[in-house]
């Protein structure tokens, strides 16, 4: 590895950390930079589990969004890229940051929704699940509860990051 390799990843760790903190706190003002492939892997999730009906469809999305990033992470430390692979933990503290507001967005549905297809039928996605699961009104607590998870991967992320950084850089 060369020596400029972790320098750059040590700044694009930075970047990203700064990015997801603001994701985190300002969501849905602050799509961030993964905001839209978040978008797109969320509203490919609706289709992949579709099949499973309306339910996983539905619940599929959010399960998408999050999956991706944890699966660029394993794929990464598979091909023995350590530090490569923290960085898609960025990405999974951004996206819970975008789910804790889409969450508390459930009671009020102010939030501008994306849809597939005609839009006339558009859910919102935690409205329909909440509602499902008789859990509406605690829509706050859970986004409080994601939103908790979005710095507790934030943080791990930067410790993991951290750690694995001083390992390469001290092999030099």
Avoid: K
Wanted: hydrophobic share 55%.
């Amino acid at each position: 590895m060369t020596r400029a390799r972790p320098m750059l990843y040590a700044g694009l760790a930075l970047a990203l950390a700064y990015d997801a903190q603001r994701v985190i706190r300002v969501a849905p003002e602050a799509a961030g930079l993964f905001g839209g492939i978040t978008l797109a892997f969320h509203e490919l999730g609706h289709v992949l589990w579709s099949p499973l009906g309306e339910w996983f469809a539905v619940a599929g999305g959010s399960v998408t969004q999050l999956l991706v990033p944890i699966a660029a992470c394993l794929v990464l430390r598979r091909q023995g890229d350590a530090l490569g692979a923290i960085i898609p933990l960025f990405w999974l503290a951004s996206s819970l940051g975008n789910l804790a507001a889409y969450i508390a967005d459930a009671r009020t549905l102010e939030l501008p929704l994306v849809s597939i297809g005609d839009g006339e039928e558009v859910i919102h996605d935690w409205n329909y699940l909440l509602a499902h699961a008789g859990l509406l009104t605690r829509e706050a607590q859970m986004a409080a509860w994601c939103r908790m998870a979005a710095w507790l991967v934030l943080g791990t992320t930067m410790v993991l990051f951290a750690r694995q950084w001083r390992q390469e850089t001290r092999r030099r």
